[in-house]
């Protein structure tokens, strides 16, 4: 199975502070990578998907890059509707889907 | 308007059985995989099962066996028959559609969730 490593596990930021996580995968996956985006008691939201392009609906200062192993998210300039959980998604190889184990954006 | 609504969550002790339904709208159902995922309390997302268009269907390890994903195209509903339920199968369940027919693109669209506690 193909295993998903995010990093950081947790993060603390500012509004307006560029922000990066990682996606690294244990083995190839091409650019078959998604985004997803979740906050408490909701539902995850779709940000990015094949690595890098960008759901209708989601704001520019979403960004995604990487194949192959590794993978970035990147929010420009983090606003304070962004702190939230972010998953990635490996749809190379299933089953099974992994997921990454989440990155928490928090407040600093 | 996609809309996806989950229903037959509940309390079931070890053992038990239980069937998730997940009533879809707002797009042609039957052209698209449909996919179960799960997220036990405090934890993170976890893949449970995917059927196909073609009515394929996947399984994680940890369901595979107990669980039975199905698809009613004239009812535009998909189902998760659990049983033998465990303590770890204790999580709000997700039905979510796949974006593309392709299967790797994500779920662009997911339901609201149905908690589903195993306990006694």
């Known amino acids: 199975d193909i295993k998903l490593t995010q990093s950081p596990s947790f993060l603390s930021a500012s509004v307006g502070d560029r922000v990066t996580i990682t996606c690294r995968a244990s083995?190839?996956?091409?650019?078959?990578l998604v985004w997803y985006q979740q906050k408490p008691g909701k539902a995850p939201k779709l940000l990015i998907y094949?690595?890098?392009t960008l759901q209708s609906g989601v704001p520019s200062r979403f960004s995604g890059s990487g194949s192959g192993t590794e993978f970035t998210l990147t929010i420009s300039s983090l606003q304070p509707e962004d702190f939230a959980t972010y998953y990635c998604q490996q749809l190379k190889s299933y089953p099974p889907r992994t997921f990454g184990q989440g990155t928490k954006v928090e407040i600093k | 308007e996609v809309q996806l609504l989950e229903s037959g969550g509940g309390l079931v002790q070890p053992g038990g059985s239980l069937r998730l339904s997940c009533a879809a709208s707002?797009?042609?159902?039957?052209?698209?995989?449909m996919n179960w995922v799960r997220q036990a309390p405090g934890k993170g997302l976890e893949w449970v099962s995917t059927?196909?268009?073609?009515?394929?269907?996947y399984y994680a390890d940890s369901v595979k066996g107990r669980f039975t994903i199905s698809r009613d195209n004239f009812k535009n509903t998909l189902y998760l028959q659990m049983n033998s339920l465990r303590a770890d199968d204790t999580a709000v369940y997700y039905c979510?559609?796949?974006?593309?027919?392709?299967?790797?693109?994500?779920?662009?669209?997911w339901g609201q969730g149905t908690l589903v506690t195993v306990s006694s």
């Open positions: 083995q190839g996956i091409s650019s078959y």
């Open positions: 094949a690595a890098s």
């Open positions: 979510a559609k796949d974006h593309y027919a392709s299967g790797t693109y994500g779920n662009d669209y």
């Open positions: 059927i196909t268009s073609g009515d394929n269907t």
């Open positions: 707002g797009f042609t159902f039957s052209s698209y995989a």
